[in-house]
């Protein structure tokens, strides 16, 4: 079946790095993106990466994909105040359309 | 180039009523799927439309629908509301199978 699980909560401290991690089921998705989502907004695509990737890199994140595992994480260097927010994982379902399946979300705490 | 637009933003409905929202994707994207999100279930999948027609469907009653216009310009329905019809309704534009950007959603209230 299709499935994502994401830890709920993280604290970190700001100029620290926040590493937020997330597994799948569906070992055939194709694209597994993460969302950012400030109070009352939508989502904020961060940035995704192709199953055939081992990791992809975009200023501050870094996307790290174990693909025989099924373990995706989301580095933030520098984590800033404003980075402060719920980060969401999701999958590609299997039907290979439109469909985004979702983790519960993390949400990211920056202490100053 | 302009973002994914959803309208109206906030919306307040009784039980028993019918809501009509609207999403107007990024220019040259066909596909257009919905979500709804609530803090007890999360992001759930509606449906999605490419080109006019329903391509996947969630689990979700009938009451809920949904169409998609030659514009690709894409509206969803939900009749007969019930309180846990509260939420925060999201629609994802796509131009192929990789980026999916969302708009800012309308926040759905059933009294």
């Known amino acids: 079946g299709e499935d994502v699980e994401q830890s709920l909560f993280l604290s970190v401290r700001e100029g620290d790095s926040s590493v937020i991690n997330c597994t799948y089921t569906?070992?055939?998705?194709?694209?597994l993106y993460w969302y950012k989502q400030e109070p009352g907004a939508g989502l904020q695509l961060l940035t995704y990466i192709f199953s055939n990737m081992d990791m992809k890199q975009d200023q501050r994140l870094t996307v790290l994909l174990n693909k025989k595992d099924k373990h995706l994480s989301l580095r933030i260097a520098d984590t800033q105040t404003g980075d402060s927010a719920i980060y969401f994982c999701a999958e590609v379902g299997s039907s290979n359309t439109g469909k985004l399946i979702f983790g519960q979300g993390t949400t990211l705490q920056v202490k100053p | 180039k302009a973002g994914v637009t959803q309208t109206p933003r906030y919306l307040i409905k009784t039980r028993g009523q019918q809501v009509t929202l609207s999403c107007s994707p990024i220019?040259?994207?066909?596909?257009v799927s919905w979500y709804q999100q609530t803090p007890g279930q999360g992001l759930q999948f509606l449906f999605e439309?490419?080109?006019?027609?329903?391509?996947n469907k969630g689990n979700f009653p009938g009451r809920f629908s949904g169409r998609q216009f030659s514009n690709s310009r894409s509206e969803m329905n939900v009749s007969t509301l019930e309180l846990g019809d509260s939420a925060l309704y999201l629609c994802?534009?796509?131009?192929?199978?990789?980026?999916?950007?969302f708009g800012q959603g309308t926040r759905l209230t059933v009294v």
């Open positions: 439309y490419f080109s006019e027609t329903q391509r």
């Open positions: 569906d070992s055939s998705s194709t694209y």
């Open positions: 220019s040259g994207h066909r596909s």
């Open positions: 994802a534009s796509r131009g192929g199978f990789d980026e999916a950007f």
